[in-house]
T-cell receptor, first 109, second 112 residues
Framework: GQNIDQPTEMTATEGAIVQINCTYQ??????LFWYQQHAGEAPTFLSY??LDGLEEKGRFSSFLSRSKGYSYLLLKELQMKDSASYLC??????????WGAGTKLIIKP | IAGITQAPTSQILAAGRRMTLRCTQD?????MYWYRQDLGLGLRLIHY???????GKGEVPDGYSVSRANTDDFPLTLASAVPSQTSVYFC???????????FGEGSRLTVL
């Protein structure tokens, strides 16, 4: 079956760095997405990786290892507004998105 | 710039009633989707449409139907609502160049 695993909840301190991991098992693979979702709001796009390596975009970076079925989202210089759920999703061979349950990130002052 | 508009934002519905959630996009995206999101679970695909005139079943299609008469509109209908359909429903469309999904603000449905 197809499956995405990510931690349910993480806590970090304002100004620090946090890494949210995601492992995936899919029928074929056409890329890995990260979305941010604030409570009561819609998910918004953060990043897309299809090749191995690190993609950096400001304070946020995303890493992919296709051979390991593994990705992580790295958030630097954490701000209180980064408190949200972070959703990992893999695109399978049929170009359908398989979603993880999301990681709730709590930022403490 | 509207993007994707969903209506209603929230609704309380008696079991057995029929309900249509509306979704309209102005980005001319071909592909559109309906997801439900429940606490502790990931987004689950209900139905999708790759282009106007075609629809397909997702992971949890039972009790729901969709239509895609044109590019912009993709309504979701619950023919006879049941309490297990209490959820937050998100409509989305995707940019065919990047695969990025754009979501509506969601419709919170409570079936009593």
């Amino acid at each position: 079956g197809q499956n995405i695993d990510q931690p349910t909840e993480m806590t970090a301190t304002e100004g620090a760095i946090v890494q949210i991991n995601c492992t995936y098992q899919t029928s074929g693979f056409n890329g890995l997405f990260w979305y941010q979702q604030h409570a009561g709001e819609a998910p918004t796009f953060l990043s897309y990786n299809v090749l191995d390596g690190l993609e950096e975009k400001g304070r946020f970076s995303s890493f992919l290892s296709r051979s390991k079925g593994y990705s992580y989202l790295l958030l630097k210089e954490l701000q209180m507004k980064d408190s949200a759920s972070y959703l990992c999703a893999a695109l399978d061979s049929n170009y359908q998105l398989i979603w993880g349950a999301g990681t709730k990130l709590i930022i403490k002052p | 710039i509207a993007g994707i508009t969903q209506a209603p934002t929230s609704q309380i519905l008696a079991a057995g009633r029929r309900m249509t959630l509306r979704c309209t996009q102005d980005m001319r995206h071909n592909a559109m989707y309906w997801y439900r999101q429940d606490l502790g679970l990931g987004l689950r695909l209900i139905h999708y449409s790759n282009t106007a005139g075609t629809t397909g079943k997702g992971e949890v299609p039972d009790g729901y139907s969709v239509s895609r008469a044109n590019t912009d509109d993709f309504p979701l209908t619950l023919a006879s609502a049941v309490p297990s359909q209490t959820s937050v429903y998100f409509c989305a469309s995707s940019d065919s160049r990047t695969g990025e999904l754009f979501f509506g603000e969601g419709s919170r449905l409570t079936v009593l």
